[in-house]
């Protein structure tokens, strides 16, 4: 990604006038004057060890919290909320109420759906779908949570997220009232269970 | 512009001057378009072109290829391919027409009309000759290379004089091209290398060396090969433009050839480069992965930090230019940078480009070519719009002047007029009492009045002793009295005596002052007409004055209000890029900081959990 911005900077077809002047950007110290890249001496550096610091839980999650929320970039967004996630995964234990709160599903349940929308061919798409309807069954919206397993299962029939979703799917039919629907889907289950 | 043109076309072909006026405005054209003044080179051929001929004419044939170029620095290609036809029909010399021809094809260029450009130098190119020649064939590579005929463009550039900067110039956008098509690098790098090899040892053929190294390393780490992208970056020069881009790659190839530390110790050196530029805020977040992967942890969660502040402090600087873009405009941007820049100069020598944020970034748009094109047009104008004020200024002045003394002559005039009328009305009074004595004393018979003064005041002086005598007639003895009033007697005898013998010498005397007073009174007269006359002139004169002035400053004013409509079109659409340039920094620096913002809770992240659940993480690792 970087390198592909620098190439785009360097790949500017060359005009008949090249730069216009360069002073006031480039300061080079009198050592360095008239050498090339390689002849500059590198900078001292100390690889010596250094004690990192501790920083609480409750500290990280806030900076997670403060990313989730503020980033203006969704890669950000999405690698924070999946690392809160698996963090309130780890420490269900010692914090039972969780991590996340409802601000949070909400702006999940946004980047997920903009994520699978700006890349529709991301080998990822069946987690980030699975991760969609999970924050919107936290957010009370079942049936769009239903929704959207199905799509997964329908987009990505070998996911390893797949079996999991048809049983979510089946639990959810069941608790609908819609049982010829819930036994398709459990059988769906076991016949998953049974290839594996 | 279009004045100029039809200027020029009109000129009559018959009529032959000499070429002296041509010479001097060829000479003023010449340093307004070497100080880099393309509007002020197409202004002075507009306004002060000398109606001569293309023949037996070198200057005017020249002030044309000035015009010409101008036109394309302007980019007022149209323009400059009627010029440029018009040349090629009216001028007589090959080497004129040669000009004309080249010129026409780097209009065609700019108007990216490349098959017309390859037909147009195909059936030019055998006028041609030397760099003329070199530049043309440069010309058709690229209009091959623009029209993805790479086979026929590296057959026409290896027609280029061997040492021309055309050649290099040629395979370094052949070289892009390849690059840009080609998954495999190898063809671009021979190109490039080519390039590079060609560009020769002038300050534009570095840059042009400096830019193919860097683009040929950067394919190589594309390709995963780090010793040749190593090899390409570590010969761009330490003060080129792109050296923190080649710095970076420098870095990423040790970082690829596993040798970490070294490319920490590599990127350190791109920290002191202005954020602005490619290259420098990449080496602030490598620097603390590599020390990730060499699990220096502490060391990474300082470099964090310090790429964090770094980037916070750029977006915090690159709002606020961006606020003082919005509010006052580019035009002002540029105002205050040159101000800035004169004054820190000595500060640029020893420490950091990134403290003075405002110059950083003009001087980054000043490298770009075409925004370089725009500023200097834009300051061009705002110089003439200046110059214009200036004379407006002056011309006020000078109305103001006139005004001052029209009204003060007036008023001198009527003064003069008015004491001088006075001065007449006395005159003529005096004189008609005069005439009225005269007439007087002829009907009384008394020439006394109009006598001498001398026996006017001895007559009165005897009529007070006549007095005397007769209020001491009880007093004095009477002989005494009798023998004075004999002797008064006498004596007024003696002035009647004199009286009359004096009478015609008085009467002519008296005739000749009344003829001096109607002399003068005619002369006065003929002074206060012509003094009237010259007053009615002075006012005619001073009007036409003012009017020729107020005309002036009418047009001035209409050419001061376009130059201003345009400078702030020109102001506002320069602003816009400006912004929009400075909102994708904004952008990028944003994305740095919240990325590395991320990895720095990532790595916060790791350490806690070592610490607090190290059995869960094994637990949960799959």
């Given at each position: 990604m970087?390198?592909?911005?620098?190439?785009?900077?360097?790949?500017?077809?060359?005009s008949?006038?090249l730069?216009?002047?360069?002073?006031?950007?480039?300061?080079?110290?009198?050592s360095?004057?008239?050498?090339?890249?390689?002849?500059?001496?590198?900078?001292y550096?100390?690889?010596?060890?250094?004690?990192?610091?501790?920083?609480?839980?409750?500290?990280?999650?806030?900076?997670?919290?403060?990313?989730?929320?503020?980033?203006?970039?969704?890669?950000v967004?999405?690698?924070?909320?999946?690392?809160?996630?698996?963090?309130?995964a780890?420490?269900?234990?010692?914090?039972?109420?969780?991590?996340?709160?409802?601000?949070?599903?909400?702006?999940a349940?946004?980047?997920?759906?903009?994520?699978?929308?700006?890349?529709?061919?991301?080998?990822?798409?069946?987690?980030?779908?699975?991760?969609?309807?999970?924050?919107?069954?936290?957010?009370?919206?079942?049936?769009?949570?239903?929704?959207?397993?199905?799509?997964?299962v329908?987009?990505?029939?070998?996911?390893?997220?797949?079996?999991?979703?048809?049983?979510?799917?089946?639990?959810?039919?069941?608790?609908?009232?819609?049982?010829?629907?819930?036994?398709?889907?459990?059988?769906?289950?076991?016949?998953?269970k049974?290839?594996? | 512009?279009?004045?100029?043109?039809?200027?020029?076309?009109?000129?009559?072909?018959?009529?032959?001057?000499?070429?002296?006026?041509?010479?001097?405005?060829?000479?003023?054209?010449?340093?307004?378009?070497?100080?880099?003044?393309?509007?002020?080179v197409?202004?002075?051929?507009?306004?002060?072109?000398?109606?001569?001929?293309?023949?037996?004419?070198?200057?005017?044939?020249?002030?044309?290829?000035?015009?010409?170029?101008?036109?394309?620095?302007?980019?007022?290609?149209?323009?400059?391919?009627?010029?440029?036809?018009?040349?090629?029909f009216?001028?007589?010399?090959?080497?004129?027409?040669?000009?004309?021809?080249?010129?026409?094809?780097?209009?065609?260029?700019?108007?990216?009309?490349?098959?017309?450009?390859v037909?147009?130098?195909?059936?030019?190119?055998s006028?041609?000759?030397?760099?003329?020649?070199?530049?043309?064939?440069?010309?058709?590579?690229?209009?091959?290379?623009?029209?993805?005929?790479?086979?026929?463009?590296?057959?026409?550039?290896?027609?280029?004089?061997?040492?021309?900067?055309?050649?290099?110039?040629g395979?370094?956008?052949?070289?892009?091209?390849?690059a840009?098509?080609?998954?495999?690098?190898?063809r671009?790098?021979?190109?490039?290398?080519?390039?590079?090899?060609?560009?020769?040892?002038?300050?534009?053929g570095?840059a042009?060396?400096?830019?193919?190294?860097t683009?040929?390393?950067?394919?190589a780490?594309?390709?995963?090969?780090?010793?040749?992208?190593?090899?390409?970056?570590?010969?761009?020069?330490?003060?080129?433009?792109?050296?923190?881009?080649a710095?970076?790659?420098?870095?990423?190839?040790?970082?690829?050839a596993?040798?970490?530390?070294?490319?920490?110790?590599?990127?350190?050196?791109a920290?002191k480069y202005?954020?602005?530029?490619?290259?420098?805020?990449?080496?602030?977040?490598?620097?603390?992965?590599?020390?990730?992967?060499?699990?220096?942890?502490?060391?990474?969660?300082?470099?964090?930090?310090?790429?964090?502040?770094?980037?916070?402090?750029?977006?915090?600087?690159t709002?606020?230019?961006?606020?003082?873009?919005?509010?006052?405009?580019?035009l002002?941007?540029v105002?205050?940078?040159?101000?800035?820049?004169?004054?820190?100069?000595?500060?640029?020598?020893?420490?950091?480009?990134?403290?003075?944020?405002?110059?950083?970034?003009?001087?980054?748009?000043?490298?770009?070519?075409?925004?370089?094109?725009?500023?200097?047009?834009?300051?061009?104008?705002?110089?003439?719009?200046?110059?214009?004020?200036?004379?407006?200024?002056?011309?006020?002045?000078?109305?103001?002047?006139?005004?001052?003394?029209s009204?003060?002559?007036?008023?001198?005039?009527?003064?003069?007029?008015?004491?001088?009328?006075?001065?007449?009305?006395?005159?003529?009074?005096?004189?008609?009492?005069?005439?009225?004595?005269?007439?007087?004393?002829l009907?009384?018979?008394?020439?006394?009045?109009?006598?001498?003064?001398?026996?006017?005041?001895?007559?009165?002086?005897?009529?007070?002793?006549?007095?005397?005598?007769?209020?001491?007639?009880?007093?004095?003895?009477?002989?005494?009295?009798?023998?004075?009033?004999?002797?008064?007697?006498?004596?007024?005898?003696r002035?009647?005596?004199?009286?009359?013998?004096?009478?015609?010498?008085?009467r002519?005397?008296?005739?000749?002052?009344?003829?001096v007073?109607?002399?003068?009174?005619?002369?006065?007269?003929?002074?206060?007409?012509?003094l009237?006359?010259?007053?009615?002139?002075?006012?005619?004169?001073?009007?036409?004055?003012?009017?020729?002035?107020?005309?002036?400053?009418?047009r001035?004013?209409?050419?001061?209000?376009?130059?201003?409509?345009?400078?702030?079109?020109?102001?506002?659409?320069?602003?816009?890029?400006?912004?929009?340039?400075?909102?994708?920094?904004?952008?990028?620096?944003?994305?740095?900081?919240?990325?590395?913002?991320?990895?720095?809770?990532?790595?916060?992240?790791?350490?806690a959990?070592?610490?607090?659940?190290?059995?869960?993480?094994?637990?949960n690792?799959?």
């Open positions: 970087i390198r592909r911005l620098i190439l785009t900077v360097l790949l500017t077809a060359c008949l006038s730069a216009a002047t360069k002073d006031g950007l480039i300061v080079l110290d009198d360095e004057k008239g050498k090339t890249i390689g002849q500059l001496k590198p900078a550096v100390d690889f010596g060890y250094r004690k990192s610091p501790r920083v609480p839980m409750n500290e990280i999650v806030a900076r997670y919290r403060q990313l989730i929320l503020n980033a203006p970039d969704l890669e967004r999405i690698k924070a909320l999946h690392r809160l996630l698996n963090l309130e780890l420490f269900a234990e010692q914090s039972p109420d969780g991590f996340m709160d409802e601000s949070l599903w909400k702006v349940a946004d980047a997920y759906k903009r994520w699978l929308d700006a890349y529709p061919s991301d080998p990822d798409r069946d987690m980030y779908r699975y991760q969609l309807a999970r924050a919107l069954d936290m957010l009370g919206k079942p049936a769009e949570a239903r929704r959207q397993l199905q799509q997964l329908a987009e990505s029939p070998r996911s390893p997220l797949a079996t999991e979703s048809w049983f979510r799917i089946a639990e959810r039919l069941y608790s609908e009232g819609k049982w010829g629907e819930a036994e398709r889907a459990y059988r769906s289950v076991l016949r998953a049974d290839d594996n | 512009m279009r004045r100029l043109i039809l200027l020029l076309l009109c000129l009559p072909v018959w009529c032959a001057q000499a070429d002296e006026p041509d010479m001097l405005l060829y000479g003023q054209a010449r340093f307004a378009a070497l100080t880099e003044r393309p509007l002020e197409l202004t002075l051929l507009e306004n002060d072109h000398t109606g001569a001929t293309h023949i037996d004419n070198d200057f005017h044939n020249e002030d044309h290829v000035l015009a010409i170029e101008a036109s394309l620095r302007l980019g007022l290609a149209d323009q400059a391919i009627e010029l440029a036809d018009h040349l090629l009216t001028a007589r010399k090959e080497s004129h027409k040669s000009k004309a021809r080249l010129l026409k094809a780097r209009a065609l260029a700019q108007q990216k009309r490349f098959d017309e450009l037909r147009w130098l195909e059936k030019s190119l006028h041609l000759k030397g760099d003329m020649r070199d530049e043309a064939w440069f010309l058709v590579g690229r209009g091959y290379t623009e029209t993805k005929r790479l086979a026929d463009a590296a057959r026409a550039l290896s027609r280029i004089s061997k040492g021309s900067i055309w050649a290099a110039y395979y370094y956008n052949l070289a892009l091209k390849y840009q098509d080609d998954p495999d690098p190898s671009a790098w021979v190109a490039l290398r080519v390039a590079a090899a060609l560009a020769g040892d002038t300050r534009e570095q042009l060396r400096d830019r193919a190294l683009v040929a390393g950067n394919l780490l594309e390709v995963q090969d780090p010793e040749k992208a190593a090899q390409f970056v570590k010969a761009v020069r330490a003060d080129a433009m792109e050296a923190p881009s710095i970076y790659l420098y870095g990423m190839s040790e970082a690829q596993g040798r970490l530390r070294t490319a920490v110790r590599t990127w350190h050196r920290k202005a954020l602005y530029m490619p290259g420098v805020a990449e080496t602030f977040q490598s620097i603390a992965w590599a020390y990730v992967q060499e699990n220096l942890k502490g060391s990474a969660i300082d470099a964090y930090l310090e790429a964090i502040s770094v980037y916070e402090k750029e977006q915090q600087q709002r606020q230019l961006l606020d003082e873009l919005r509010q006052k405009g580019f002002e941007l105002r205050a940078a040159r101000a800035e820049q004169k004054s820190t100069d000595w500060f640029l020598n020893t420490e950091l480009v990134n403290n003075t944020p405002r110059v950083m970034f003009v001087n980054a748009l000043m490298t770009d070519a075409g925004f370089f094109g725009q500023v200097t047009e834009l300051l061009q104008i705002r110089d003439m719009a200046s110059s214009l004020e200036a004379n407006r200024r002056k011309l006020a002045i000078l109305e103001d002047a006139y005004r001052r003394a009204g003060g002559s007036t008023r001198q005039a009527v003064n003069k007029i008015d004491r001088l009328e006075q001065r007449l009305g006395q005159l003529i009074a005096r004189r008609n009492d005069l005439v009225g004595a005269y007439k007087e004393a009907a009384a018979n008394d020439f006394a009045r109009i006598g001498s003064e001398s026996l006017l005041k001895a007559r009165k002086r005897l009529d007070a002793v006549v007095a005397e005598l007769k209020r001491l007639k009880g007093v004095l003895p009477g002989p005494t009295y009798r023998e004075l009033s004999r002797r008064a007697i006498r004596l007024r005898g002035l009647v005596w004199e009286d009359m013998a004096g009478m015609d010498e008085s002519q005397s008296f005739a000749d002052r009344i003829k007073l109607d002399g003068l009174i005619a002369s006065m007269r003929d002074s206060i007409s012509r009237r006359e010259r007053a009615r002139n002075g006012r005619v004169h001073f009007a036409e004055r003012m009017q020729q002035i107020q005309r002036m400053r009418a001035a004013d209409a050419t001061g209000d376009r130059l201003q409509r345009v400078l702030k079109t020109m102001d506002q659409a320069m602003t816009t890029e400006a912004i929009n340039r400075l909102e994708q920094h904004l952008d990028r620096m944003a994305r740095f900081h919240v990325r590395s913002q991320l990895a720095l809770v990532n790595l916060y992240d790791a350490l959990v070592a610490e607090y659940a190290p059995e869960r993480v094994r637990e690792q799959r």
